[in-house]
């Protein structure tokens, strides 16, 4: 099997399907990154995926020769990215360019990973009529993709009549993992990629939105998510308030349904409400802090994590360039560290001083948010940090920590949903 694009998607689809004892060519356009692939140094972190990488090294060829990934390869797994563009849509031009290199000559499968726009199926269809096309959409997460890649709780593939053998050919690749697999038509496989992360992006909004009303009405968003969650209807997943989702999936996702929606005549008025909720609740972390500080002009705020989620240095989209960016608005000075993101961050966040470890962040600053759970947060000496700070205040961004751990530690501690904690006077020095 071949997979074109081994950007996060493509190289532990590679990697996987290697483990599963597939023989794999990997091609990419990157030469750097197809050498150090091929030396067994991984170009992301995802836990697990380097050690499975290295010992799978004689099953994947990685190379940027097309021509090679054609003798050698029948499935051909389409796995380059496609951002938004200016307007929303998802940019399809990466997706064009592997299609227009592909024959159309029967001898190949196109096998679309990369999350395209329902119809995207359709169209290349129409465009070459011998490649026989098969929507297999993805739904790894960020941090846990190799877990998920091997426990699915569902493969989706997507083919429409006279496509049914290549369908039948990828659900033989995916047989060994054992979950369910759900055969469906083209339109609708795109549908349910789309349709999943927007759902789970509505339930992150919902639940912040509950967070928000919970702090009005002295309610905590913790309890109220565990006893919602524990209805099978609901469920407990993707209840967890906080600072707002990021990453490159949900916010372009949601947003090129809500454009594709548009543009089939369509006004899909509830994701409207989703991404202004999320915009907004980046930046509620500034109200709290300034009703304990006052004006921010010249506080030294310490972000705590900057990924968009842990275990992952992937910074698209992150809440804390949006926070970081407003914080400074607001003219506070902003230091921030993270455990894997932080070179990443630093390109990006030119100037936000990047500290080494989480205690050198905090020191001297008037307030530290919580922004992306790393577990080494949990585990870090808060009272040693408290101690080192100007003032002991804490926003817990991903209503991570425990808060009487915190309080005892001597901080002020703030969470999402949760009551707030008595405004430490803003004119006290
Ligand atoms: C998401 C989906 O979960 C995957 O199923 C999908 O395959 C992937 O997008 C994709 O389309 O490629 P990912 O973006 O890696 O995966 O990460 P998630 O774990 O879903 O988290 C997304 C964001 O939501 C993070 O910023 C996270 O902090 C936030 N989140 C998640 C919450 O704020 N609350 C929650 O309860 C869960």
């Known amino acids: 099997m071949g997979v074109i694009g081994v950007g996060w998607v493509g190289l532990v689809t590679a990697v996987c399907f290697a483990e599963l004892g597939r023989q794999v060519v990997a091609r990419d356009i990157v030469a750097e990154k197809v050498e150090a692939l091929a030396g067994g140094e991984t170009t992301i972190h995802e836990p697990g995926l380097g050690e499975m990488l290295r010992r799978n090294l004689e099953r994947i060829t990685f190379t940027t020769d097309m021509d090679l990934l054609l003798e050698r390869a029948r499935l051909l797994f389409v796995c380059v990215d496609t951002p938004p563009t200016y307007s929303g849509d998802a940019d399809l031009s990466r997706v064009r360019a592997v299609v227009d290199d592909l024959p159309d000559d029967g001898g190949h499968v196109l096998v679309m990973k990369s999350t395209v726009p329902a119809g995207t199926g359709h169209s290349i269809r129409r465009d070459m009529p011998d490649l026989p096309y098969v929507s297999c959409p993805e739904f790894l997460k960020e941090g846990s993709a190799v877990a998920d890649f091997m426990h699915p709780d569902r493969v989706v593939i997507g083919a ?36 999943s992360n927007a759902f789970l992006a509505t339930k992150i909004s919902f639940i912040n939105e509950i967070a928000n009303v919970c702090e009005e009405v002295g309610a905590d968003v913790g309890e109220v998510a565990n006893g919602m969650g524990l209805d099978q209807r609901i469920g407990p997943s993707f209840l967890r308030a906080g600072i707002g989702y990021g990453g490159s999936c949900f916010p372009k996702d949601v947003s090129a349904l809500k454009m594709l929606a548009g543009n089939s005549g369509y006004h ?40 968009f989620k842990p275990d992952t240095d992937d910074m698209r989209e992150a809440s804390s360039l949006v926070l970081a960016a407003r914080l400074q608005g607001e003219g506070a000075e902003v230091v921030a560290y993270d455990p894997v993101a932080g070179e990443r961050a630093g390109e990006l966040l030119s100037s936000v001083t990047m500290a080494d470890s989480a205690l050198e962040a905090l020191r001297g600053a008037d307030a530290a948010v919580l922004v992306t759970e790393w577990g080494e947060f949990a585990a870090l000496d808060w009272a040693e940090a408290a101690a080192r700070m100007a003032r002991p205040l804490i926003v817990d961004g991903r209503n991570f920590l425990d808060p009487a751990a915190l309080r005892a530690a001597g901080f002020a501690y703030e969470g999402i949903g949760k009551q707030q904690a008595t405004a430490t006077a803003a004119t006290a020095e």
């Open 160 to 195: 429409d009549p006279g496509d049914e053998e290549a369908a039948d050919a990828v659900e033989a690749l995916y047989r060994p993992l054992g979950g369910e697999v759900i055969r469906t038509d083209v339109a609708s496989a795109e549908m349910i990629k789309l349709a």
């Open 268 to 307: 899909f008025q509830l994701l409207n409400a989703v991404i202004e909720v999320n915009e907004l609740q980046k930046r509620r972390v500034v109200s709290k802090l300034v009703r304990h500080l006052g004006p921010l002009a010249g506080r030294r705020i310490a972000l705590l994590g900057l990924a």
